[in-house]
């Protein structure tokens, strides 16, 4: 994902983005590997995980430790989101993004479509021509 677009969401949730300097507890030193069209979704996500995050950030604290985004990726043209800790809510969330990934174009954000001859998701503009 482009920079510019990164720091919007660090800025926004810079707790959740913890260790990234040290690859062995996250790999979000390497940033959000897929491209810019599904900043929007993943804003979403982390928007409806908010609640739930803060609760669970209230429990995690008992035992000295906080929810944290650990990967975020594209695998198989769908969206990928890695926390830890994390519970059942936070996972669903994750899932139901995942999904809707696969409805909108990995890098414009216009409607699209699971691309089986290259496993990407893309719009018809964004999709190289067929062969
Ligand atoms: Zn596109």
Known sequence: M???LEVQIR???PEWFGQHSDYTKSLMGHGFQHGDGW???LAK???RIE???ARFNRELAAIG???EIVEVKEKFGSLRIIALPTTTEIICAFMDARYES???CELCGAPGAFQTE???TRCTDCAPPKR
Do not use: A, D, H, K
């Open 11 to 13: 800025l926004r949730w």
């Open 2 to 4: 482009s920079p510019g």
């Open 51 to 53: 609640p739930e995050v």
């Open 102 to 104: 696969l409805t909108i």
């Open 39 to 41: 900043y929007r979704l």
């Open 45 to 47: 996500t982390f928007e």
């Open 65 to 67: 430790t906080q929810f």
């Open 118 to 120: 290259y496993s990407q």
